[in-house]
C-alpha cells in the first residue's frame, strides 16, 4: 500500500512514528529511547555528540539516574509554562527536570522514604477532602523515615503494630493507645496462610487476622472532582520499601479540566507537547502529567481571559522577540493588542484575534443578539473565583444560565451550607433562606415552607443577607481595576540572575559560590558557604591554613513592608513574595511563609533551603533594597537576611556561632573585615612615622634656634669687656650723696 504524501507543521530529527496499521509514518515524532533498554538505576538521555564533518543530532545513551522523586503535588496555576529543560542533564547538580503542570523546570527532588511518601499524600488527601489531619489515619514514621512499630487512627481511636513493610499485624489492632510493639506479638488464633505478595499488605477479617485479599488503598479514597480517579503511581524511594502510592489524577483518556484533548485531523490519535515535541496553539494549553502519564493540549479554560496582561520577561541567554499577540480586557470586554517578548508570560495570550474570541467574549455570541459582554451574574462569578483561588478561601460563587448568563433563581452559599431565592436581577427574596436544602423558588411557598428548614435565628439570616448583600454590590469598574493592579504585582519584577559571590566580588568556584578561603593580597580569612566571617575566627597569612566549608542550612529571610495591611491584605502579598521565589527557582521549607501585622509594617517570614539558598535569599535583599518588588514599599531598615549555618567547629577550634546574620542596610562587601584589620594597621604605623617626624623636626628646630640666639648675644657684645666691671664707692661720694 503507497503512503500518501505527509504534510506536517514541525520536523522531526529522528523520523516520524509509523502507524500500526498502515505502516505509514504519522505526525508524531519518534522517541529515539523508546527501543533502549537501560539498567535498573539507568535511564536513556540524548547526549550530544560531535560529528568531523556536519551536525549530528544527539544519541541515546543510558546514564546514571539522578536520586530523587519529582514533586507530584504541583500547584494548579503554574508560575511559568516555559519548558524550561527536557532532561536531568538540561538541571545542575541534583536538581532534576520534573513537570510543573503545563511546563518543565529544574527543582531539588523529593527524597523521601516509602513511608514518607505515603504520609505527605495522606495529610493532602486530607486536606482536599477538608478533614483535620486528626481525624484521618495518618501514618507515623520513625526519624529515619522507616514505619513506627505502632500505628494509631485518631478518627477512630484505634492502635496496631505492624511490621518493617508498614503491614498490619494480626490481632494487634485495639483501643488501647498505650499499646506495646517494641516485642514479638504473637497472633494466638490466627491460621498460618501461603499467600501470594500483596504490595500493600492483607485484609484481615473479623477476628483480626490476616486473609490472603491484598489491601487496595484507592478503596479508601475518594476524589473531589468527576474528571479525578484513583490510580496507583510508582514512585522513587531513597530506600526500600518502596510500594506505588495511591493518588487522585486526571482520567487518562481526558485529563483536560475542560473540553476534549487536541487531536490530529479526523483521528483519533492524541496531538503531544511537550519540550521534545511542537507547542500547542495559542487557543489551548500543554497538559503535562506530573508522573509522567500524558502531554496533551487542552483547551484553554475562561478562566485565562481574566489573567492580567503579560508581557514577559527574557533571561540574559534568551532572545527577544517582541511580536504582537492578543489578550483579552477584562475591563473592557474585548480582545485587543501587545506586545510579546517571546518569553514566560501567561496563557491570556493569543496568536490572533479569533483564538482569543474563541476562548473569551469578544464577539457577537451564538445565543445572544447583542456583543458577548458579561453579564452581571458571570462577572461576579468571574471576580468571586479569582478572589477564591488568589487568597484560598471559600467565597460566593453565582449561578448564572449557562445560554443567557443570567441569575438562576436559586443562589446557593455552598461553604456556608444555606440557599436562598433571588430576582432575575439577583437581589435576595427575603424569608427564602434555607438550611440543608434549596427552597421552590415561588414566593408565596417560600413564605409558607417548614419551619424545619428554615433559620430560626433572625440575627443569623440577617448576617448571611448582609454578606451576600456587600458582595454582590462589590461589582464595579474600581474592583476591577484594584484587581488589575494586585495581579501586576506579580509582573515587572526584575530578576537578579548573578550569585552572591559574583555580585560582591569574591573569590568564587566554578559554580559562583563562595571558596571556603577569602583573600585580599596576603591577608585571608574563612567564610561560611554565604561567604560571612566565621565567627570566633581571626585572619591569617595566605597558605598559613586551609579552611573547612561550612555550609549555611537555611537563609532565614524577614522582609518588611510599609502600609496599612489587614490578613486579608497580606495574602496577595505573600502570592507576589511566593511566586517571585518560584521564579528565582528557590525552595522553602515545610514550614511555609508567615506573616505578623502590626499598625505601620507587614513582616512576611520564611526559610529557603536548597543548593541555591543563599543566592535566592540575595536576590530577594536586592529587590528590597531597590525597591523592585511593584506595588509594595519595602521598609530597608527592618527586612534582614540569617543564615543558619550548620553545627560545626570552625578551624581554630574556637565554638560557631549558630547564626550569622546581616541587616540589608549595612550590607557589607565580602572583605569586610580584612580591610578594618589592614587600615588599623596602616593607620597606626602612619601615626608612629609622623609623630616620630614631627619629634625630629622639633629638635632640629630648638638646636637650631639655641645657635642662632648665641651668634646674636655673641655679635652684641663683642664692643663690651668681657669680665664683669667693678664699681668703687668713694667716701667723699659717699657724702655728697646724703647731704643731697
Excluded at 508581557?311 to 474585548?334: D, M, Q
Aim: glycine content about 6%; some cysteine.
Amino acid at each position: 500500500m503507497d503512503c500518501l504524501d505527509l504534510t506536517c507543521r514541525m520536523g522531526c530529527e529522528y523520523g516520524f512514528i509509523l502507524s500500526e496499521e498502515t505502516g505509514c509514518p504519522t505526525c508524531q515524532c519518534r522517541d529515539p529511547c523508546s527501543g533502549v533498554l537501560c539498567k535498573e538505576d539507568e535511564q536513556c538521555q540524548l547526549v550530544e555528540v560531535s560529528c568531523r564533518d556536519q551536525y549530528c543530532p544527539p544519541v541515546p545513551a543510558c546514564l546514571p539516574k539522578k536520586m530523587g522523586q519529582c514533586p507530584y503535588l504541583v500547584p494548579a496555576a503554574a508560575p511559568t509554562c516555559d519548558f524550561e529543560c527536557n532532561s536531568d542533564l538540561s538541571c545542575n547538580g541534583t536538581m532534576r527536570c520534573c513537570s510543573n503542570g503545563c511546563g518543565t523546570h529544574c527543582v531539588e527532588p523529593l527524597l523521601l522514604t516509602g513511608c514518607q511518601h505515603q504520609k505527605t499524600l495522606a495529610l493532602h488527601q486530607a486536606h482536599e477532602s477538608g478533614i483535620p489531619a486528626g481525624k484521618v489515619y495518618i501514618p507515623t514514621c520513625t526519624d529515619d523515615g522507616d514505619y513506627a512499630s505502632k500505628q494509631c487512627n485518631h478518627g477512630t481511636k484505634e492502635c496496631w503494630c505492624v511490621d518493617e513493610r508498614g503491614f498490619e499485624i494480626s490481632q494487634s489492632r485495639t483501643q488501647d493507645s498505650d499499646l506495646n510493639c517494641d516485642g514479638k506479638f504473637a497472633a494466638h488464633n490466627c491460621s498460618e496462610l501461603d499467600c501470594e505478595e500483596c504490595e500493600h499488605g492483607y485484609m484481615m477479617n473479623d477476628d483480626g487476622c490476616r486473609t490472603c485479599d491484598c489491601v487496595q488503598p484507592c478503596s479508601r479514597i475518594s476524589c473531589r472532582g468527576e474528571g479525578e480517579t484513583c490510580r496507583l503511581v510508582a514512585v522513587e524511594c531513597v530506600n526500600l520499601p518502596c510500594p506505588s502510592v495511591p493518588m487522585c489524577l486526571p482520567k487518562k483518556e481526558n485529563p483536560c479540566q475542560n473540553g476534549e484533548p487536541l487531536r490530529l485531523g479526523n483521528r483519533d490519535e492524541l496531538f503531544t507537547c511537550g519540550p521534545e515535541a511542537e507547542s500547542c496553539p495559542s487557543s489551548h494549553k500543554c497538559q503535562l502529567s506530573p508522573v509522567g502519564e500524558y502531554a496533551v493540549c487542552c483547551p484553554k479554560p475562561r478562566d485565562v481571559c481574566f489573567e492580567p496582561l503579560d508581557p514577559g520577561k527574557c533571561l540574559a541567554s534568551e532572545t527577544t522577540r517582541n511580536v504582537t499577540r492578543y489578550y483579552f480586557n477584562s475591563r473592557t470586554n474585548k480582545c485587543d493588542t501587545f506586545t510579546y517578548s517571546g518569553c514566560q508570560g501567561n496563557h491570556n495570550n493569543f496568536h490572533s484575534e479569533m483564538m482569543c474570541s474563541s476562548v473569551c467574549p469578544g464577539n457577537l455570541s451564538a445565543f445572544r443578539l447583542s456583543p458577548c459582554i458579561l453579564s452581571q451574574c458571570e462577572r461576579l462569578r468571574e471576580k468571586n473565583q479569582r478572589a477564591a483561588d488568589r487568597y484560598k478561601k471559600p467565597t460566593f460563587a453565582p449561578r448564572c444560565e449557562p445560554q443567557t448568563g443570567n441569575w438562576q433563581p436559586v443562589q446557593c452559599l455552598e461553604h456556608v451550607g444555606v440557599c436562598w431565592c433571588v430576582t432575575p436581577l439577583g437581589e435576595p427574596l427575603k424569608g427564602t433562606l434555607t438550611r440543608g436544602a434549596e427552597p421552590e423558588c415561588n414566593f408565596r411557598q417560600a413564605r409558607n415552607r417548614p419551619a424545619s428548614n428554615r433559620i430560626d435565628s433572625a440575627s443569623e439570616a440577617d448576617l448571611v443577607l448582609e454578606e451576600l448583600m456587600m458582595q454582590l454590590g462589590s461589582m464595579d469598574e474600581e474592583d476591577l481595576v484594584s484587581d488589575v493592579d494586585i495581579d501586576r504585582m506579580d509582573t515587572d519584577v526584575d530578576l537578579a540572575f548573578l550569585t552572591r559571590c559574583e555580585a560582591l566580588g569574591g573569590q568564587c568556584d566554578t559554580d559562583g559560590k563562595f571558596l571556603a578561603t577569602q583573600c585580599e593580597e596576603d591577608t585571608c580569612w574563612c567564610v561560611d558557604e554565604a561567604g560571612n566571617q566565621l565567627p570566633g575566627t581571626s585572619t591569617f597569612v595566605r597558605q598559613q591554613k586551609t579552611c573547612r566549608v561550612v555550609p549555611v542550612e537555611s537563609a532565614e529571610v524577614t522582609l518588611a513592608f510599609r502600609g496599612k495591611f489587614d490578613d486579608i491584605l497580606a495574602i496577595p502579598v505573600v502570592n507576589q513574595i511566593t511566586k517571585t521565589v518560584q521564579r528565582l527557582k528557590g525552595n522553602v521549607n515545610d514550614d511555609g511563609f508567615h506573616t505578623h501585622v502590626t499598625p505601620d509594617v507587614l513582616y512576611v517570614t520564611f526559610s529557603v533551603i536548597g543548593s541555591n539558598k543563599v543566592d535566592v535569599a540575595y536576590s530577594l535583599e536586592q529587590m528590597i533594597m531597590q525597591q523592585k518588588l511593584p506595588g509594595l514599599t519595602a521598609d530597608i531598615t527592618r527586612s534582614r537576611v540569617i543564615h543558619k549555618l550548620l553545627s560545626q567547629e570552625s578551624e581554630l577550634g574556637d565554638k560557631a556561632m549558630a547564626l550569622q546574620h546581616r541587616e540589608i542596610v549595612s550590607q557589607a562587601p565580602v572583605s569586610a573585615v580584612a580591610p578594618y584589620h589592614t587600615a588599623l594597621i596602616v593607620i597606626a604605623a602612619a601615626s608612629a612615622f609622623v609623630i616620630s617626624v614631627l619629634t625630629v623636626l622639633v629638635i632640629l628646630y630648638r638646636r637650631k634656634m639655641n645657635s642662632i640666639n648665641q651668634q646674636k648675644i655673641t655679635e652684641d657684645n663683642r664692643c663690651v669687656s668681657g669680665s664683669r666691671p667693678i664699681y668703687i664707692e668713694l667716701p667723699n661720694e659717699k657724702y655728697h650723696a646724703i647731704a643731697a
